[in-house]
């Protein structure tokens, strides 16, 4: 028997019983990264970088560190994401006129020009999802989901999406 076979796909694991709330959440959180990944392909973006897209939007121009914390990700990977942002054009990096030693982040003109885009993913994933549901429906899931994030909150130590002494929100 191997991974592949229906028995090991379906139904969920044994272990899921001791969970179901969270193993939906995983299951959703992971179709929804699959669609919108599916959605940002087309504006030449790879998922997660389009909230680091988002934050440089409604913030301006803002130091990498902060960006780090912000996004509560592995320096690594926010590294290797604006590498990659930085190479089609849709960010720069360069020194902080503030402190030489720290980098500067911005999105260029070409980055700007993403955010109807990505904004249109967003609303159109949005409407995927809640499909089927009424608006007082989908207004109860998301208080909900508010709920169950801020029940997290202190186990991540993240607030709001930012993590803790963060200055980029």
């Known amino acids: 028997m191997t991974g592949t076979d229906p028995v090991c796909t379906e139904p969920p694991p ?3 019983r001791c969970g179901p709330v969270g193993h939906a959440l995983a299951r959703v959180g992971r179709l929804h990264r699959i669609a919108m990944g599916r959605r940002l392909r087309e504006l030449g973006l790879y998922p997660g970088q389009e ?3 988002m934050r ?3 913030c301006g121009p803002v130091r990498q560190s902060e960006l780090i914390q912000s996004l509560g990700l592995d320096p690594s990977t926010v590294t290797k994401m604006l590498q990659r942002l930085e190479q089609s054009g849709h960010v ?3 020194p902080d ?3 030489r030693r720290a980098v500067l982040v911005e999105a260029t003109e070409r980055g700007q020009a993403l955010r109807t885009g990505v904004e249109d993913a967003w609303k159109d994933l949005e409407s995927l999802s809640l499909g089927g549901l009424s608006a007082a429906d989908g207004a109860e899931l998301s208080r909900l989901l508010g709920l169950v994030a801020e029940n997290l ?3 991540t130590e993240e607030a709001d999406g930012c993590a803790p002494g963060a200055t980029v929100c």
């Open 56 to 58: 440089l939007w409604d």
């Open 14 to 16: 044994a272990a899921t």
């Open 92 to 94: 720069r990096r360069g």
């Open 153 to 155: 909150r202190e186990e």
């Open 51 to 53: 909230l680091m897209m």
């Open 97 to 99: 006129p503030a402190d």
